[in-house]
């Protein structure tokens, strides 16, 4: 079964730390892709990578960087943690150009709580 | 911009009647839509899409949707509601830039 996968479904870090989100796919996709959900707002683009070494921001970028060394894994990264920022986010991915064919796949989610 | 709309912020239903989520997009030409459901603490799950030809799609677990563009409409259908479909059911739309824009959700409450 192809996956994507979050290494944590839940996390508590203290305002000001530097919080790694870690996202990995098995399916070889080339596009990947890391949201926010929030109630009442649903789900918001922070970051995306079309390619290994590439990324662009999204809708919501402030506040958070990525990174992607390998194909198959995009981080995402908050340098100084705030208690704005406490979310659910969730990472997917797609293959070829975009979307078009099959949409996305999504991981489970990591409800991030900053205290 | 392209964006989707979705009117209803919570929907209740009892088990076993029918069901309609409404959805709304705003594109130029001819859209690509996709319909996704999330269980309590899941990620998303797509339910099924609309590229092109007929207007009405089936997806998994029993759900349909039409496609109508004269309504800019997407809605999401099911003739008889299961306690398990109780979740958070997003509509999105494909942008000009090639990536996913979604709705922001509604809630599926389903009563026994």
């Known amino acids: 079964d192809v996956k994507v996968t979050q290494s944590s479904r839940y996390l508590v870090k203290r305002t000001g730390e530097k919080v790694f989100l870690e996202c990995v796919q098995d399916?070889?996709?080339?596009?990947m892709f890391w949201y926010r959900q929030d109630p009442g707002l649903g789900l918001r683009l922070i970051y995306f990578?079309?390619?290994?070494?590439?990324?662009e921001k999204g809708d919501i970028p402030e506040g958070y960087s990525v990174s992607r060394e390998k194909k198959e894994r995009f981080s995402l990264i908050l340098e100084s943690a705030s208690t704005n920022q406490t979310s659910m986010y969730l990472c997917?991915?797609?293959?070829?150009?975009?979307?078009?064919?099959?949409?996305?796949?999504f991981g489970s989610g990591t409800r991030l709580t900053v205290v | 911009a392209q964006s989707v709309t979705q009117p209803d912020i919570h929907i209740t239903v009892s088990e076993g009647a029918s069901l309609e989520l409404r959805c709304n997009y705003s594109?130029?030409?001819?859209?690509?839509l996709f319909w996704y459901v999330q269980s309590p603490g899941q990620g998303l799950q797509l339910l099924l899409k609309y590229f092109s030809g007929d207007t009405l799609v089936q997806g998994i677990k029993g759900f349909e949707a039409e496609f109508k563009r004269s309504q800019s409409s997407f809605n999401l259908r099911k003739p008889s509601v299961h306690w398990s479909d109780a979740a958070e059911y997003f509509c999105?739309?494909?942008?000009?830039?090639?990536?996913?824009?979604f709705g922001t959700g509604t809630r599926l409450q389903v009563f026994p």
């Open positions: 594109y130029g030409a001819t859209p690509y």
């Open positions: 990578s079309y390619d290994v070494k590439m990324k």
């Open positions: 999105a739309v494909v942008s000009n830039t090639d990536k996913l824009i």
């Open positions: 399916m070889d996709h080339e596009n």
């Open positions: 997917a991915s797609s293959s070829g150009t975009g979307p078009s064919s099959d949409g996305y796949t």
